[in-house]
Nanobody, 118 residues
Framework: QVQVVESGGGLVQAGGSLRLSCAAS????????AGWYRQAPGKQRELVAD???????NVAASVKGRFTISRDNAKNTVYLQMNSLKPEDTANYYC????????????WGRGTQVTVST
């Protein structure tokens, strides 16, 4: 059974850094593409950063220059390095993963909470 588990969230002061991890397991295939999303209370879920099969990365304008998405193929894990955090980055962060199994099915984790204080 496929599992996607996010970790690394927490409470941090403005200007600080966090690194989120997204560990995907239960598939015999490698990660084909993946993305980090976030959802703040009362707001829609939005894309933060993702990468596609050709290794192109896409980063939202609101976090460009501060957040970086990366992957460890050996561990089937995706990371989100977040620097210079701002209070408006406070949200629940979710990972969405597609495996190279040809099914075109995305798997979501339950999220990890990031809270940035002033």
């Amino acid at each position: 059974q496929v599992q996607v588990v996010e970790s690394g969230g927490g409470l941090v002061q403005a200007g600080g850094s966090l690194r989120l991890s997204c560990a995907a397991s239960g598939s015999s295939f490698s990660i084909y593409s993946a993305g980090w999303y976030r959802q703040a209370p009362g707001k829609q879920r939005e894309l933060v950063a993702d990468f596609t099969s050709n290794r192109r990365t896409n980063v939202a304008a609101s976090v460009k220059g501060r957040f970086t998405i990366s992957r460890d193929n050996a561990k089937n894990t995706v990371y989100l390095q977040m620097n210079s955090l701002k209070p408006e980055d406070t949200a629940n962060y979710y990972c969405n993963v597609y495996f190279a199994d040809g099914l075109n099915r995305g798997y979501w984790g339950r999220g990890t909470q990031v809270t940035v204080s002033t």
